[in-house]
């Protein structure tokens, strides 16, 4: 094997994992926005670790029975500052699969699908054309 095949391999392997990821992130988020419930959340927190230049904010809302739930959205550097109200939809079965509900946040998975796709059919396109 050479290098060469090393990388094309390994370029699409990661485009189908984000492929992968971002059909699976965009199901749940459709799931959410059909049969979730819709409340209002709070930015509580910052999270920023040593590895990523943005921080991701902590947001919590309070479920049907009462209960204070907080989640992360997959999503980092949002530019939600603390104390930020924001929408949140999520399944009453599932509450910390909350997704805060705005048309940036629900537009998420697809730009996820669309870059996987780009990535997976330019590696493709690549191999086939340098065949």
């Given at each position: ?15 189908l994992v984000s492929l ?84 940036k946040y629900r537009l ?24």
């Amino acid at each position: 094997m050479t290098g060469e095949t090393i990388g094309i391999g390994l370029a699409v392997l990661a485009g189908l994992v984000s492929l992968w990821a971002g059909a699976q992130e965009a199901r749940l988020q459709m799931r959410v926005n059909r049969h979730g419930l819709h409340t209002e959340g709070v930015v509580v927190d910052q999270e920023h670790t040593s590895a990523d230049d943005y921080s991701k904010p902590v947001i919590e809302f309070t479920d049907r029975q009462g209960r204070p739930i907080r989640f992360r959205p997959p999503m980092t550097g949002t530019g939600l500052a603390l104390g930020t109200h924001v929408p949140v939809a999520y399944l009453p079965e599932r509450p910390k699969s909350a997704r805060v509900f705005t048309r940036k946040y629900r537009l998420y998975p697809i730009v996820g699908l669309f870059f996987g796709a780009m990535l997976w059919l330019g590696v493709a396109a690549g191999c086939v054309l340098t065949r």
